[in-house]
C-alpha cells in the first residue's frame, strides 16, 4: 500500500464546476504539498500545508492532521486548469524528503 | 531569479547503452534532489544531495546509476548501462536547505529506452 493515496486517479468536468481533489498518507508528516505538473512541463509548487487552510486565487487546499487527509479544491474551473495534481508529504526526523503520491488528472472541457 | 535548469530535454538510447542528465540548481540552493517519475506515476526521489554530500541515496539503484554533485552547484546522474525499465522523466529539484518548505523543480529529462 503507498503510504499516500489520491482519489480519484482521474478527474473530467465541465468548466466552471466546482473540483476536489482527496490525499489521504499514513505515515506521520511535517507537512503536505500540493503540486502542479503539466503535460511535457515541469512541476510547480501550489500550497505547502502543515495546518489548517490555505487559499489563492481560485485554489484552496485544507488538512486535518488528525484525520490524516487533505483536499485540494478549485472553484470556477477553468480549462487551463487541465494538468495532473500531485500530493506529497515531507516525513520529519533529520531528513526531510518528500514521498508522492500518484496524481490526479484533471481535464476541464469548455 | 532563473529557475532549476537541466538537459537534455529529451533523449533516446538503446538499452546497455550509458546516458548522463545534467541540472543547475537554483543559485544558492544548497539541497539538490534527483527523481525518477514513471508514466502514471508520482515521482521517486533517486538522490538528495546537501551541498557536495549525499544526504539520501536509498533508493538509487547503485549498479547502474550514480550521481554526483562534485562542487557543490551544478550535478550529473548517470545510468549505466540502461535497461528499458528507466525509462521516465528524471526530475531535478533544488531547495534552500534540508528543512526548507520549498522544492522548486527543473522541466525534467524525458529518457526513451529502446
Known amino acids: 500500500k503507498n503510504e499516500v493515496e489520491q482519489s480519484p486517479q482521474n478527474l473530467t468536468a465541465q468548466e466552471g464546476e466546482f473540483i476536489t481533489i482527496n490525499c489521504s498518507y499514513s505515515?506521520?508528516?511535517?507537512?503536505l504539498h500540493w503540486l502542479q505538473q503539466h503535460p511535457g512541463g515541469g512541476i510547480v509548487s501550489l500550497f505547502m500545508l502543515s495546518s489548517g487552510k490555505k487559499k489563492h486565487g481560485r485554489l484552496i487546499a485544507t488538512i486535518n492532521i488528525q484525520e490524516k487527509h487533505s483536499s485540494l479544491h478549485i472553484t470556477a474551473s477553468h480549462p487551463r486548469d487541465s494538468a495532473v495534481y500531485i500530493c506529497?508529504?515531507?516525513?520529519?526526523?533529520?531528513?526531510?524528503?518528500?514521498?508522492f503520491g500518484k496524481g490526479t488528472l484533471l481535464t476541464v472541457n469548455p | 531569479e532563473a529557475g532549476v535548469a537541466q538537459s537534455p530535454r529529451y533523449k533516446i538510447i538503446e538499452k546497455r547503452q550509458s546516458v548522463a542528465f545534467w541540472c543547475n540548481p537554483i543559485?544558492?540552493?544548497?539541497?539538490l534532489y534527483w527523481y525518477q517519475q514513471i508514466l502514471g506515476q508520482g515521482p521517486k526521489l533517486l538522490i538528495q544531495f546537501q551541498n557536495n554530500g549525499v544526504v539520501d541515496d536509498s533508493q538509487l539503484p547503485k549498479d547502474r546509476f550514480s550521481a554526483e554533485r562534485l562542487k557543490g552547484v551544478d550535478s550529473t546522474l548517470k545510468i549505466q548501462p540502461a535497461k528499458l525499465e528507466d525509462s521516465a522523466v528524471y526530475l531535478c529539484a533544488s531547495s534552500k536547505g534540508l528543512t526548507t518548505d520549498t522544492q522548486y523543480f527543473g522541466p525534467g529529462t524525458r529518457l526513451t529506452v529502446l
Open positions: 543559485s544558492g540552493h544548497a539541497t
Open positions: 505515515v506521520g508528516i511535517s507537512a
Open positions: 506529497a508529504v515531507k516525513s520529519g526526523g533529520s531528513n526531510y524528503k518528500l514521498t
